[in-house]
């Protein structure tokens, strides 16, 4: 019947979050599918637990940026975008996402309500060739690597060629996560900022999970976009 198929629990929340994404799969990234075209813009609404307002519309903000998270799969976007939207971080949280996941949250910079639409975007080579499709209209990209893995970071130059034709080198900033393991590094620090430097990128090092630079780094970004 050419349906697709899958079991959930709302009470113990099995497969909720697997569900939506398999969905979003299907309407944002399937050519020619029955749903039509579709709008991010139209279709989300601001977190309504952040700040400054509890109420705030998007007709209210005075800028509206859209932030791509990007890079391989097990880097630590997920969990970077979970604990700068709601402040939860879980050590053994590794649901992979599936197409792309989308966040937003307002802030306020210089006295202006800024608005953040980010893409966590998936980093299955299985789905490389869509990849372009989700960095159109990005104001910016942070492009993630985990400090820890070698092989992430050899990864950047392709996804730096998947997202030439859509950003600006300038609006890529090249971010190396879980820095808190640093006994486990496989690329210093000097080695990251130089290639970032070599590419025209900005760099970066946080930790999610004991939230060192998450709020800087997303206030960075909105500022460096004004």
Avoid at 63 to 79: F, P, W
């Amino acid at each position: 019947m050419g349906c697709g198929y899958i079991e959930t629990s709302a009470i113990n929340q099995v497969n909720l979050e697997k569900a939506f994404q398999a969905l979003l799969y299907e309407v944002f990234t399937i050519p020619n599918n029955k749903f039509g075209s579709f709008s991010f813009e139209r279709a989300t609404t601001l977190n309504p637990v952040t700040e400054p307002s509890l109420n705030t519309e998007v007709s209210e903000l005075n800028q509206h940026y859209k932030i791509c998270l990007a890079g391989d799969s097990e880097v630590g976007k997920t969990s970077l975008l979970r604990m700068y939207i709601s402040g939860e971080f879980e050590e053994d949280y590794y649901l992979t996402t599936l197409s792309i996941d989308v966040k937003n949250k307002c802030l306020e910079v210089n006295n202006q309500t800024l608005g953040l639409e980010i893409w966590d975007i998936s980093g299955q080579e299985s789905l490389e060739r869509r990849h372009p499709l989700y960095f159109e209209g990005a104001h910016a990209v942070i492009l993630c690597f985990d400090l820890t893995n070698l092989e992430s970071f050899t990864s950047l130059q392709r996804w730096l060629e998947i997202i030439n034709s859509s950003v600006p080198r300038e609006a890529v900033l090249i971010l190396g996560t879980k820095a808190d393991l640093d006994t486990n590094r496989q690329v210093s620090y000097r080695e990251g900022f130089e290639w970032a430097n070599e590419q025209g990128c900005q760099y970066l090092e946080i930790s999610s999970k004991v939230y060192t630079d998450v709020e800087y780094l997303f206030t960075k970004i909105a500022k460096d976009r004004k």
